[in-house]
């Protein structure tokens, strides 16, 4: 037998995300933003941290690219799945959390301990209404939300608008480059790569006699300039961030997340829960998942290289978190899945439906959700979508935040999948 060589990174997916991924996904090192603070708005109304709601907070981790559902939850069931993939399907006998149809990739074995508590569940055959294949508009429709809305305001910017906060400490997007399409919109946000240097520049231990600050704070309160706000909310959030910087870098409980850049997200995001200063969203991006070429087997590829990531990476959050998990819901999904059948590169190419996983607090887990329908392994087919992944962000919305679904995704009806608890 001979092992077929991975393909580089040039060659292993499109020309459409490799332009994408160079906004700043996961992909490679972890960007870093600084002081990025978004605003959506000129004027803003600040409102303490310590005034926040206690909702716990929800973490959005996207798989830039287009993961392969079909290799992460394997349908070890539907005979197609191995007719259709006869060098890169995942044996049955490898597969864990299995039952009688479905079972998870060997490497999310690390997540088995919150599988069995209940904790973890996962969603098939999720998606679009309508398949898209396109990286840049399939992100786009996913993040906003909102089909044939003009508005540029994102499922997530919506989600945190909809209490009286007007707080940058309201939501968190971890790493560089741009940040999701889900949090654009009014509402502001903070973004950046290193918690120790989300900061205004110059405020640091260069400057021991803060003149830095005392400039700008004689620059601009009092202002009537337009900027002027914008700019007092910076100083609020920059200032009652410091919990979180004050939090301990070496995670706890024995946690280790791996030396990667989404290990390095997620430890951040666990510091982020840790500061408890009122961050109810965190997002974080993470590719590259577009596997044309060289997702590979069990011995080599990069499916096995990432989803060693994504096991190891999520199981180290939430250990690190101990108790605080208990109020975190964590949210994985990507922007569409890859066909049935393998193509001669050992990839698979653009397809439709798709997995999603959610982890943490509120979820009812150790167990599989979503409708089937066999898959056929002929051609370029696709698994169908038979739940609209708003569905399933839904109930995580209305369980986990106590609002209206239809105020966070509009003319939209959803689906009773049953997945989440009240809190």
């Known amino acids: 037998m001979t092992t077929p060589i991975p393909a580089g990174p040039e060659s292993a997916c499109c020309s459409e995300f490799a ?4 906004r700043g ?23 303490s941290a310590a005034a926040a709601t206690a909702r716990g907070t929800l973490l959005v981790l996207s798989l830039r690219g287009a993961a392969d559902g079909l290799s992460l939850v394997v349908p070890h069931g539907d005979p197609t799945y191995y ?11 490898t597969l864990v959390a299995k039952d ?3 079972g998870m990739h060997p490497n999310l074995a690390p997540l088995l301990p919150l599988w069995s508590s209940g904790k973890f569940a996962a969603i098939h055959a999720t998606g679009l209404p309508a398949p898209n294949r396109s990286h840049f508009s399939a992100m786009e429709e996913v993040e906003d939300a909102d089909p044939g809305s003009s508005a540029r ?12 906060e007007s707080s940058p400490l309201q939501a968190f997007s971890v790493g560089g480059g741009v940040a999701p399409t889900s949090l654009a919109g009014p509402q502001p946000y903070l973004s950046a790569g290193n918690i120790d240097d989300l900061r205004i520049p110059g405020d640091d231990e260069w400057d021991p006699d803060s003149r830095r600050m005392r400039s700008l704070h004689t620059l601009w309160d009092g202002s009537r300039s337009p900027l002027a706000g914008p700019m007092a909310s910076t100083f609020r959030a920059n200032a009652e961030f410091e919990p979180v910087r004050q939090t301990p870098e070496t995670p706890a409980n024995g946690a280790t997340y791996g030396d990667t850049d989404l290990g390095r997200a997620l430890q951040t995001a666990a510091r982020v829960v840790k500061g408890d200063v009122g961050v109810e969203v965190i997002t974080v991006d993470h590719g590259d998942w577009d596997m044309h070429t060289g997702l590979g087997t069990l011995e080599w590829g990069r499916m096995l290289k990432l989803s060693a990531e994504l096991g190891q990476g999520l199981a180290g959050f939430f250990t690190d978190l101990g108790a605080l998990g208990d109020k975190v819901t964590v949210v994985v ?5 890859r066909r049935v059948k393998e193509n001669g590169n050992h990839g ?15 979820v009812k887990g150790g167990q599989y959700y979503g409708t089937w329908t066999n898959l056929t392994g002929e051609g370029d087919s696709d698994l169908l979508v038979t739940t609209d992944y708003r569905s399933v962000l839904s109930e995580v919305v209305s369980a986990r935040f106590g609002v209206s679904p239809a105020s966070v995704f509009p003319q939209f009806q959803p689906e009773p999948l049953g997945l989440m608890r009240s809190s």
Do not use: C, K, Q
């Open 19 to 22: 332009g994408l991924s160079r």
């Open 333 to 337: 999904l990507s922007e569409f899945g």
């Open 348 to 362: 698979l190419d653009h397809g439709y439906g798709n997995v999603m996983l959610v982890l943490g607090a509120g």
């Open 25 to 47: 996904f996961l992909t490679g090192t972890v960007a870093l933003v600084g002081t990025s603070t978004a605003f959506g708005s000129t004027l803003l109304t600040v409102s």
């Open 153 to 164: 305001v994102g499922w997530l910017n919506r989600l945190i608008g909809l209490d009286s």
């Open 100 to 102: 009688g149809f479905f």
């Open 83 to 93: 007719s259709a993939r006869p060098r890169i399907a995942i044996p049955s006998s």
